[in-house]
C-alpha cells in the first residue's frame, strides 16, 4: 500500500542545516511530481518547493529560496530536501506530497497533491 514517511526533522540552532527525506513505498515513484510544504502554528500550510517526476524541472518559495535544494532518487523511492541557514520562522511541520499530474514547471499548490505523509517537525531556537 502506498505510503509517505518523512524524517530527518528535529532542533536546530539559527543558522544551521537539516536535511529531510521523505521515503515512498508501494508505488513506482518515476511518474510523480513531488512536493514539500510545511505549516506553522496558526497558519495556512504553505508550499516550499517541488520537483518533476523527471527531475528536470525545480521550483523554490521566494521565503526560502537560495537556502533550499530538492531532489530525488526514483530508484531508493526517496525525496530529499536540504535546508540551510535556517531561522526561527522557519520552526514548522514539514510534510511531502505527491501526485500523478503532470507540470512541465511544477507547482507547489497544496490542493494539487492527492498523497500526503505525516509530517516531520522541525524547530529554529537556540
Known amino acids: 500500500q502506498l505510503q509517505l514517511v518523512e524524517s530527518g526533522g528535529g532542533l536546530v540552532e539559527p543558522g544551521g542545516s537539516l536535511r529531510l527525506s521523505c521515503a515512498a513505498s508501494?508505488?513506482?515513484?518515476?511518474?510523480?511530481?513531488i512536493g514539500w510544504f510545511r505549516q506553522a502554528p496558526g497558519k495556512e500550510r504553505e508550499g516550499i518547493s517541488c520537483?518533476?517526476?523527471?527531475?528536470?524541472?525545480?521550483n523554490y518559495a521566494d521565503s526560502m529560496k537560495g537556502r533550499l535544494t530538492i531532489s530525488r532518487d526514483n530508484a531508493k523511492k526517496t525525496v530529499y530536501l536540504q535546508m540551510n541557514s535556517l531561522k526561527p520562522e522557519d520552526t514548522a511541520v514539514y510534510y511531502c506530497?505527491?501526485?500523478?499530474?503532470?507540470?512541465?514547471?511544477?507547482?507547489?499548490?497544496?490542493?494539487?497533491?492527492?498523497?500526503w505523509g505525516q509530517g516531520t517537525q522541525v524547530t529554529v531556537s537556540s
Open positions: 520537483i518533476s517526476s523527471s527531475g528536470g524541472s525545480t
Open positions: 508501494g508505488i513506482t515513484l518515476n511518474y510523480y511530481t
Open positions: 506530497a505527491i501526485t500523478p499530474k503532470f507540470f512541465s514547471v511544477c507547482v507547489p499548490a497544496p490542493y494539487q497533491y492527492t498523497y
